[in-house]
C-alpha cells in the first residue's frame, strides 16, 4: 500500500491538485515511448518519474505562482543567516530561487529536480545568476553530508512517492541547526512527514510544525508550511544516552 497523501477531504482534494497539476504542464500520460512527453519545440523528452511541459509551467507558473514566491522567499530571506547555502528540492524552473536571489544575493543558492525538462527551462532561466540547479531524485541527492544550511521545497512533496527516503535524505545533508522548510497544499497530510521525521535522530526529537500562508487574498489559504529544525549534536548526544 503506498502512503496516503492527501488528508482530510482526499478525493476532492486529489481531483482539484490533479486538475491544477494539468493546468501548469503536468502529464500522468507517458508518450507511446513511455518515456515522457514532447516539448513545445517538438522534441520528446525523458522525464524521469515525472511528466512536465517545462515550458508551459514555467509561463503559467510565473504569473500564477508569483505571489507564493514573493512570501516564500521573503520569509527566507528573514530567516537565513548570512552566506548561508539553501538548497531547493523540487525546485521545478527555478523561479522561487531567482526570487530569493534578488533578496538575498549573499546566499548559495541551489535547486535539485527529477526532472530534466524542468531542469532544462530553470537552467536558461538562471543562466545569468549564481543559482545552481541540478537534476537530481530526493531519494538521492547529489549533495554532501551537512552541507546545506536551509532546506526548502514548494508544492512538490505531493509528489513524492514516499516521503521517508526523502527525509532520510534531508536529515543527512542538513547540518546541526539547519532548518527544513517544505510549503504544500493545505489538503496534504502531515502524518506521513510526521512520522517520517520521527524516525531520524537529526529529527526525532523536532516537532513538525504547520502553518497556514496567506498568500492570493483567498478566505481560505490553500498552502501550509510544515517546518522543523534539525537537531545540533547536544540534542543527538541526550538521544544516544
Ligand atoms: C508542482 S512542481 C513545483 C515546482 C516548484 N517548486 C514551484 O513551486 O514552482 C513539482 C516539482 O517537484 C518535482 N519532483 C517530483 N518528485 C521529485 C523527486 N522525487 N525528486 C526531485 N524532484 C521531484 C517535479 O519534477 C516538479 O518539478
Redesign the pocket.
Given at each position: 500500500m503506498g502512503e496516503r497523501i492527501f488528508g482530510n477531504g482526499a478525493g476532492l482534494a486529489h481531483r482539484l491538485i490533479h486538475r491544477?497539476?494539468h493546468h501548469?504542464g503536468?502529464s500522468r500520460h507517458r508518450g507511446e515511448s513511455g518515456a515522457g512527453h514532447k516539448t513545445e519545440a517538438g522534441q520528446q523528452t525523458g522525464?524521469?518519474?515525472?511528466s512536465?511541459n517545462?515550458d508551459r509551467?514555467d509561463r503559467v507558473?510565473a504569473r500564477l505562482?508569483r505571489p507564493?514566491?514573493r512570501k516564500?522567499s521573503s520569509e527566507v530571506a528573514a530567516a537565513a543567516p548570512s552566506g548561508a547555502t539553501v538548497l531547493?528540492?523540487?525546485?521545478?524552473?527555478?523561479?522561487?530561487l531567482l526570487s530569493l536571489t534578488r533578496r538575498r544575493p549573499d546566499l548559495k543558492l541551489l535547486g535539485?529536480?527529477?526532472?530534466p525538462?524542468?531542469v532544462r527551462v530553470a537552467t536558461r532561466n538562471a543562466q545569468y545568476s549564481d543559482v545552481i540547479i541540478e537534476q537530481?531524485?530526493?531519494?538521492r541527492l547529489p549533495h554532501a553530508d551537512n552541507s546545506v544550511d536551509f532546506v526548502i521545497?514548494?508544492?512538490?512533496?505531493?509528489?513524492?512517492?514516499s516521503v521517508r527516503p526523502?527525509v532520510a535524505e534531508l536529515a543527512r545533508v542538513l547540518r546541526p541547526g539547519g532548518e527544513l522548510w517544505i510549503?504544500d497544499f493545505r489538503f496534504v497530510s502531515a502524518q506521513r512527514l510526521k512520522d517520517a521525521v520521527r524516525e531520524e535522530a537529526r529529527f526525532a526529537d523536532r516537532a513538525v510544525e504547520r502553518v497556514p500562508v496567506r498568500i492570493w487574498r483567498l478566505p481560505i489559504t490553500p498552502i501550509v508550511r510544515f517546518s522543523l529544525t534539525a537537531s545540533r549534536p547536544a540534542t543527538l548526544g541526550n538521544l544516544v544516552e
Open positions: 491544477i497539476g501548469l503536468h522525464a524521469g518519474d515525472e512536465w517545462g509551467y507558473s505562482l507564493l514566491y516564500v531547493d528540492v523540487g525546485a521545478g524552473t527555478g523561479r522561487l535539485v529536480d527529477i526532472s525538462e524542468m537530481g531524485d530526493i531519494r521545497s514548494t508544492l512538490s512533496m505531493h509528489h513524492w512517492e526523502a510549503y
